[in-house]
């Protein structure tokens, strides 16, 4: 059984840092992608950024130049370190991870529970 254990999020000023870290607990043959998407009340979920196999990451515009994804393969855990936050930056922050199985070597698509991370003006 693979799950998701989520930390980080919380409340700051505007102006201020966070950092979420996300942590796949199990056992898994291989991660293909690990990104982090977010909710705010009302509106759909969106993507923040993913980190993909081969070192790449992307970014949604509006997070472009204040986040950074990063991602440790030796603990299977992958980062967002968001600075300079803004209040639009309120919401629900989900990880996901994308990979494969150890067992059966099947594909995994697993969500964490959510951090809420809210920022004051």
């Known amino acids: 059984q693979v799950q998701l254990v989520e930390s980080g999020g919380g409340l700051v000023q505007a102006g201020g840092s966070l950092r979420l870290s996300c942590a796949v607990a199990g056992s898994i043959f291989g991660i293909n992608a690990m990104g982090w998407y977010r909710q705010a009340p009302g509106k759909q979920r969106e993507l923040v950024a993913v980190?993909?196999?081969?070192?790449?990451?992307n970014y949604a515009d509006s997070v472009k130049g204040r986040f950074t994804i990063s991602r440790d393969n030796a603990k299977n855990t992958v980062y967002l370190q968001m600075n300079s936050l803004k209040p639009e930056d309120t919401a629900v922050y989900y990880c996901?991870?994308?990979?494969?199985?150890?067992?059966?070597?099947?594909?995994?698509?697993?969500w964490g529970q959510g951090t809420q991370v809210t920022v004051s003006s």
């Open positions: 980190h993909t196999n081969g070192g790449r990451a």
């Open positions: 996901n991870f994308q990979g494969i199985g150890a067992l059966f070597r099947e594909e995994l698509n697993y």
